[in-house]
């Protein structure tokens, strides 16, 4: 079992910053995706960036903007989110897949851009 907690959501102007952030704990494989999905009201779930073997990859709508990243001794990952527009609004979950494993997934943090 992998267990994740997300932080770091929060309002924010439009044009402004958030970093998120994940902490996966209990059997961590060394082998894994760790991966940022968001939803927004009325939208199905979307992959935002993901992260493995230290390739990352990015929605066409967030790159330039977003960028993921993660500590692999410490079990985080992380998403800098900057210039931030209102579409970028939803809750925002981590998640981690492992072959062996399958997929985890946090609970999901609200992201809100408004001015």
């Known amino acids: 079992q992998v267990q994740l907690v997300e932080s770091g959501g929060g309002l924010v102007q439009p044009g402004g910053s958030l970093r998120l952030s994940c902490a996966a704990s209990g059997s961590i494989f060394s082998i894994n995706t760790m991966a940022w999905y968001r939803q927004a009201p009325g939208k199905q779930r979307e992959l935002v960036a993901a992260?493995?073997?230290?390739?990352?990859s990015y929605l066409d709508s967030v790159k330039g903007r977003f960028t993921i990243s993660r500590d692999n001794r410490k079990n985080t990952v992380s998403l800098q989110m900057n210039s931030l527009k209102p579409e970028d609004t939803a809750v925002y979950y981590c998640?981690?897949?492992?072959?062996?494993?399958?997929?985890?997934w946090g609970q999901g943090t609200q992201v809100t851009v408004s001015s």
């Open positions: 998640k981690y897949y492992s072959p062996s494993q399958g997929d985890f």
């Open positions: 992260i493995a073997s230290g390739r990352t």
